[in-house]
T-cell receptor, first 114, second 114 residues
Framework: QKEVEQNSGPLSVPEGAIASLNCTYS??????FFWYRQYSGKSPELIMS????GDKEDGRFTAQLNKASQYVSLLIRDSQPSDSATYLC??????????????FGTGTRLKVLA | EAGVAQSPRYKIIEKRQSVAFWCNPI?????LYWYQQILGQGPKLLIQ????????DSQLPKDRFSAERLKGVDSTLKIQPAKLEDSAVYLC????????????FGPGTRLLVL
């Protein structure tokens, strides 16, 4: 089982709709969770971070975390063509050596259709 | 605040040649990461430094890859000799303490090995 799993997509949604991106992780000791957006040919940029169960909202973005189900999601409301990108889920875990490390999923490609 | 700087942005070499990448993290960030991102995949951690010490290099192919972070600031990643499968984007990232907070990425170096 992969440590962080995402559906590679593409996920196609019409402009103005809600895009729902999902991520599951295997390590129950995961500490913190991040969503990055990566445009083609660019480096990842942070969208949201979430550390505790529940929802966290920032503008059109909502991150949802359920540690019991080992599941984190990202909702994008009023999707715009400019949201078309790959969305990477990253999980931060405390390794056996006592250091924190980030594990990335393969990313979900989102296409917002005008 | 200046972001993470990387150079060069692009590099084309032939197999068996050597190449080096440079990274300067955000000022004051103690933790520096080198990732390899192959097309269509998420970033894979190669090496993580805490100040000038290595805390994780478990996925670094040590027979050909080396990295250093002298004086706990900027860092160099070297590949010698390069193989075709090393063609990828090499991303440098930094975070303030490495204890689960956000990491920020540089623009990346795109390497093509012919």
């Amino acid at each position: 089982q992969k440590e962080v799993e995402q559906n590679s997509g593409p996920l196609s949604v019409p402009e103005g709709a809600i895009a729902s991106l999902n991520c599951t992780y295997s390590d129950r000791g995961s500490q913190s969770f991040f969503w990055y957006r990566q445009y083609s040919g660019k480096s990842p940029e942070l969208i949201m971070s979430i550390y505790s169960n529940g929802d966290k909202e920032d503008g059109r973005f909502t991150a949802q975390l359920n540690k019991a189900s080992q599941y984190v999601s990202l909702l994008i409301r009023d999707s715009q063509p400019s949201d078309s990108a790959t969305y990477l889920c990253a999980v931060n875990i405390l390794s056996t050596s006592g250091t924190y490390k980030y594990i990335f999923g393969t990313g979900t490609r989102l296409k917002v259709l005008a | 605040e200046a972001g993470v700087a990387q150079s060069p942005r692009y590099k084309i070499i032939e197999k068996r040649q050597s190449v080096a990448f440079w990274c300067n993290p955000i000022s004051g960030h103690a933790t520096l990461y080198w990732y390899q991102q192959i097309l269509g995949q998420g970033p894979k951690l190669l090496i993580q430094f805490q100040n000038n010490g290595v805390v994780d290099d478990s996925q670094l192919p040590k027979d050909r890859f080396s990295a250093e972070r002298l004086k706990g600031v900027d860092s160099t990643l070297k590949i010698q000799p390069a193989k075709l499968e090393d063609s990828a984007v090499y991303l440098c990232a930094s975070s303030r303490t490495g204890a689960g907070e956000t990491q920020y990425f540089g623009p990346g170096t795109r390497l093509l090995v012919l």
